[in-house]
């Protein structure tokens, strides 16, 4: 029998300059952590090299952020010290994404530019073109993956993909599989998402913290070493470690002399070193190894991965900045869409606005994808960055929107349509799900903006055939003029030979105000509400789909040491009575969430308008969530979050329309999920966890499913899938859930635009200590709540809920979630007199703006705004505050002298909610202070709130670290285990070689 097998080691590096947690300086606040942490790497491996080590590493480097905007500029000399390893043979480069993307969430053409682009690209920054050549694996950048990838991949000629198995909470696919046999899970294996998907070699990876699950790298060779010559493993093993370039473990640790026995604290010059000790190890790289150890089994993974918190997409889909920059990301994906339907309606091109060249709306919308514009850190990421993301995002919706208007300016001029006595003639303009995609056929809600003469109390809806449509007006507000801004909503055939053309009238029917109802129904669906428990059952073909149990909104918020769930104070029925309804009905429930806690009582409001159309299967809710204000006192600014911002770290869970199903799998049959991603796929997964590791049965928090449009829960026999409204709000995975365990039964929550917290995944079916993912728990700032970032916001989305038979939602409601998650635009081709506008748009747009502008001119207070705190660096200070609520704000005006001096200087700034002030002298005191402007035009005068307290900073001084007040206890038990069980290893080696 063989026993001389060897155990491989390979140090991965991922090199991204382009952080969540800090800014775009090269100083320790920004990218310099990365520009002297690589460098000391290299240094090292130099003096490995000039021993006669063999000191080999791979990298791979994001293509636009870092090789082509920040490297040239700021450090030249680290892309020519890879470049010359590269060279060399000693080292290799492999494939990260162009954008450093959350491509899981990408459509097809900008998930093959993603990768292609990164290989090469016409501006010269692909790594083929940067280092000559490129392994054929590729590091998705968050380990983000969904089912499809697969396929792409392999016709973009890569082989394999690296993917973390650990046994810490940075992990990809340790709580998905059963535990493998040891030289399974330390060799390439075969890898898919799906059946029908081709398969990709995979690299099982480790995280740094990993290491501390088995005390140190050094302790798992010897142990799988001794498992091979005791026959347990029977081949090579290899040891892939991969991890961020800026981590300060890759550097060793400056410890007293007695210390330096202590493991995981010489960075890579101990993994080095150990490596060399011994002769059945040896240093390599990913394409040697493979080269002679081929996969040797397959593992199917059908969850789209990501290695946020909870094993998914918990750190960048969750907070609420998150749901503002992917809500103007899918604005400039819907406009171009239908932009491009109305241009080829009326021949125009506008290829090189909307997808050709890098001021194209496709190409910011590729980098607007980048995962640090959504996360990684928790509850929120780094100032600078949120600005830079949402000006990114904002700005190609907005150019996306402008080639929308352009070319429906172009349709009317192309089309114009007969006179008409009609109050509005109006083209329905449906965008296909992607691009050279045909539209789908099915039907869906429309809700049309509009405005109305004052003297027009009801109106009729017909098609250009003078066909009657049933059409309801909603949503009633009257101007200051009299006129009347209200919402058309009727249901629309799409797709096929569907008329798009339409026609509203005036109608001769007396306005008859509907009665306030506490029940739904049409032929499928019965909805009872209360003032309980806002549902007191949901039916559906007779069914229990919810009962009183189903909908429970609540907020969790630490009061005194430990969390309390603030539940709705019950509900109440709102009336409806300035709306008129022809083929639907209506239900407005109002709740408030009181918090009674020691720092005071705060009440936040949540409105929920439920709609009911005859003709549909689904029920549809519009809500507004009005998050209480809750005064910030704590300060976030740890090793690795350079934010220095005020928050009231207390928040912990947001659920704003937690939903929870009577589902009933049998006996044997997990719950499952159902979800379709950005490459038009319908996948599942299933609720098993629990069969691999027992103490997974229970999840605190999950989101492991990509929503292009909708996401889906089964039992087999019946399921309900939720849909989420892209012109509304949206986010890259809109529903986290929990899992429960109740007497042997499942029973799942889903939490549309919130976000559970808790527990962690469990790894201890992996064996490990435990120490690392207590470590990791403890100190990643990718694990903390979100909560705190919905503090005093306002939250407004569209859902569609649509309860189905059988497993699989029937091909039908995937359409129309599909066309609720991209509705159909409107070219408004006639309007009443005074109204100018050739999108309906346009309409909602200006009747926004028309409310603000009445909001600014009306004599309400304006407060002061809060959050004020002033950060000091080098030669000036950074001031970022919160804005004051009501949204009066039209700017700012901070003012700032030296403590020496009396006169105070000024600036004004627009609306924004952060200020740098350079050219101050370091070591100087100064003193700040802001407060809010509102400007009205019309009245030709600027009111100002009060000052804020003033702050005080000293340009140049250090910024003091705060420990995270959510981080809760420092784990000193695992602390203390790590250590002993550290020395005890350490003196059975000395005692084993003593003895050999």
Known sequence: ?????????????????????????????????????????????????????????????????????????????????????????????????????????ATPDEFRAAVTWAIENPWGSGLKQQFGRVAPFYRPQECMFTTGHEALLKACGIEGVLLYYSLTPFNTLGAFLPPLPLEDRFNPLWFRTREDQPPLVLFPCLGLTDLFEFVSLEDLMLDLHARQQRGEIRSDVLVHLNADADLETWLPVRLPRFLRWFPNTGGIEEYLRVVHKYPWAELTVPSAYLADHPPRREVLVRQDLADGGFDGNYSWAEKFSSLLAWTALERSRLASLRAEVLAQRS???????????????????????????FGMSTPIINEERQARALALLNNAAARAEAAERRAAHARKATSPLPKTTALYAFELVPAPPRRHQPIPEGHVAVSLPIVLPSDIATVRLERASGAPVPASLTDVRVLPDGRKQCHVRFVAAIGGQADYDYRLLPSAAPLTPPPTLTQLRNRWLEILFSTQSGIASFRYLEREIGGPDFLKPFITYKDGSRGVTYLTAGFSFRPLSDETWDGLQRVCLRATIPMRTHRGNYESELLFVFTLFDALPYLYVDATVRYAYTPPTDVIHNMLQKLRRLMDLNWIETAPFQITPCLDPPQGRPLRIWKHNHLGITAYYDLNYGAINPRNRQLDAFNHQVTNGWVAVSDGQMGLLVGQDASTLASM???????????????????????????????????????????????????????????????????????????????????DAGLHFYPPGAVIHHAPAGIEADLAESLRASCEA????????????????????????????????????????????????????????????EATTRLFIPGLKDGVIYHFKVRALCEAPEQGRVRCSAWTAEQIGIPGATQPTTRWKGMGRLPVGALAHLVLLSLWTVIRRRIKREIS
């Not at 207590?774 to 970032?789: D, E, H």
């Not at 009306?858 to 000091?872: I, K, M, R, V």
């Open 1 to 105: 029998m063989k026993t001389n097998f060897k155990v491989y080691v390979t140090l991965g590096l991922h090199v991204n300059f382009y952080h969540s947690w800090r800014g775009d300086t090269p100083d320790e606040a920004g990218f310099g952590t990365d520009m002297r942490v690589i460098r000391g790497i290299l240094d090292i491996l130099d003096r490995a090299q000039a021993t006669g080590m063999t000191a080999r590493v791979y990298w791979d480097v994001d293509a636009y952020w870092t090789l082509q905007t920040i490297i040239p500029e700021h450090c030249p000399d680290i892309l020519e010290r890879i470049r010359a390893r590269v060279s060399a043979g000693m080292d290799e480069v492999i494939l990260g994404p162009f954008n450093n993307g959350a491509n899981h969430a």
């Open 347 to 373: 021949g125009l091109d506008l290829s090189d606005m909307l997808w050709e060249g890098s001021d194209s709306v496709f190409f910011q919308r590729l980098i607007g994808l980048s995962t640090t514009h």
């Open 733 to 815: 995975a809109f529903c986290p859930m929990r899992l429960r365990q109740v007497q042997h039964q499942q029973v799942l929550s889903l939490n549309p635009f919130g976000s559970y917290y808790g527990r962690m995944l469990d790894y201890q079916h992996l064996g490990g200590n435990g120490i690392g993912a207590r470590l990791l728990t403890a100190f990643s700032g990718a694990l903390r709540p979100n909560g705190p970032s919905y503090n005093g916001q306002t939250l407004r989305f569209s859902l569609m809920l649509a309860p189905y038979a059988g497993d699989a939602p029937p091909d039908r409601i995937q359409t």
């Open 850 to 909: 028309e409310a603000r502008r009445q909001r600014l001119i009306d004599p309400l207070p304006l407060s002061p705004p809060t959050a004020f705190l002033c950060n000091p660096v080098s030669g000036g200070v950074v001031l970022v505050w919160d804005a004051p609520p009501g949204n009066l704000a039209t700017g700012y005006e901070v003012a700032f002298r030296r403590e020496d001096e009396t006169a105070w200087q000024t600036r004004q700034v």
